[in-house]
């Protein structure tokens, strides 16, 4: 990804109010972490797991603050448990900023990671968990926001899976 | 130790805490004996102290207590590294560890009743303010003390495995309901507006 590219997405992520970031990076999107992490209108916070980094920023949204995970979407599977109780049953939004490792947009796309790719979407239907695929920068600020915007009006997660562009 | 009896005291002690559990019979003897707003009813198994530190560290001036339990803990001991480093000063984790899957009605042992040693991993992990609790009168210092202090508690509290749940009529206020009546107390008492709740 563009240097470029990655400020305009925290850009994007503190225009939609994101101000309270958990994460575990991954390869696609990682610059984005030094960034968050010297803005000081945003928190930043390393968790072990992505289980984990879910729960901590549900709490952090009931707590006052407009979340969002970052996580690779092997992420996806491990967080799904977190997901479907904190953030489906109890009902909490959080705007997922997802690494779209091994999908068909995904320009590193290599056998290491086409089933990963290959079963994210299926998962995140099966848990009736909205989301897009984010391919290139076009209206990428207003993409976030409709997102963000989603999330809390249907109180749950949703996802932004990351590819195209953002994976060179 | 009885677990009912430490959760008595807690109670006797809430004021302005924010106080999350997690799915075990704790759950419900904690819903029996506090109607706090501060409450959170979380009612999964694995999830409480991750909740509990997101809501430490969006409102740092607030003491939040986690009341977990030993199979749930284990289920989530990716908590203590994360605890370990963050060290937010306003967290309490009391583990209530009774050394069985209660729940499950068979009782068979967890790895607490083997080898396995909750405060032990917790220190290792970093968090330095961690202990064992197994007298009501050590509780009553300790654990009580804790909710003083401005620093982070671990404390792995071995219980007698108590049946006492089952006898205690399980809570009726949905999930929603509980997570909205925690916020909009929270907009109370932080005089602040929750972000998501947004307008109808």
């Given at each position: ?6 400020k ?6 503190k ?9 575990l ?9 030094p ?17 984990e980094a879910?729960t901590?920023?549900a ?14 979407n ?38 290491l990671?086409a ?9 995140l ?14 209206n ?8 963000v915007?989603?999330?809390?009006a ?7 899976l ?7 | ?17 924010l ?22 009813l ?5 999830c ?26 284990l ?27 209660s729940g ?12 396995t040693?909750?405060?032990a991993?917790a220190r290792?992990a ?10 009501f ?14 620093e ?13 749940h ?5 809570p ?11 916020v909009?107390?929270l ?14």
């Open positions: 990804m563009k240097d470029e590219l990655a305009r997405l925290v850009q994007g992520l225009n939609a109010g994101i101000d309270f970031v958990t994460y990076p991954e390869t696609r999107l990682s610059q984005i972490v960034l968050i992490r010297d803005d000081p209108e945003m928190t930043l916070i390393a968790a072990s797991n992505e289980q879910v901590i920023a709490g952090a949204t009931l707590g006052g603050k407009q979340a969002a995970v970052y996580m690779e092997t992420g996806i599977y491990v967080s799904s448990y977190s997901l479907l109780t904190v953030g489906k049953q109890l009902g909490v939004p959080l705007l997922l900023i997802v690494g779209y490792l091994g999908g068909v947009p995904d320009q590193r796309n290599s056998f990671y089933i990963i790719g290959k079963h994210t979407i299926p998962v239907q099966g848990m009736e968990i909205g989301h897009q695929i984010i391919e290139d920068g076009a990428l600020e207003g993409r976030i926001k409709d997102a915007r989603a999330a809390n249907l109180r749950a997660p949703y996802a932004l990351f590819a195209g562009e953002f994976s060179v | 130790m009885i677990r009912y009896e430490c959760l008595e005291l807690l109670a006797s002690k809430m004021n302005n805490q106080l999350v559990t997690s799915q075990s019979g704790q759950r419900i003897e904690w819903s029996h004996l506090s109607r706090h707003e501060g409450n959170l979380v009612g999964m198994m694995g409480a102290i991750g909740v509990a530190t997101g809501l430490a560290l969006a409102l740092p001036h607030r003491k939040v207590i986690a009341l977990d339990s030993d199979g749930s803990v289920l989530s001991l990716f908590n203590l590294p994360t605890l370990g480093n963050l060290q937010p000063n306003n967290l309490v984790v009391y583990v209530f560890d009774n050394g069985v899957y499950s009605r068979i009782s068979y042992p967890t790895a607490t009743s083997g080898n040693d909750l405060e991993m290792a970093g968090i330095k303010n961690s202990h064992t609790i197994r007298e009168e050590d509780f009553k210092v300790k654990g009580v003390e804790a909710l003083t202090r401005n982070l508690g671990f404390f792995v509290c071995k219980v007698e495995e108590s049946l006492m089952r006898e205690i009529p399980r009726n206020t949905d999930l929603a309901e509980n997570k909205y009546t925690f909009r107390y907009e109370r008492t932080e005089e602040t507006t929750i972000p998501f709740i947004g307008r109808g």
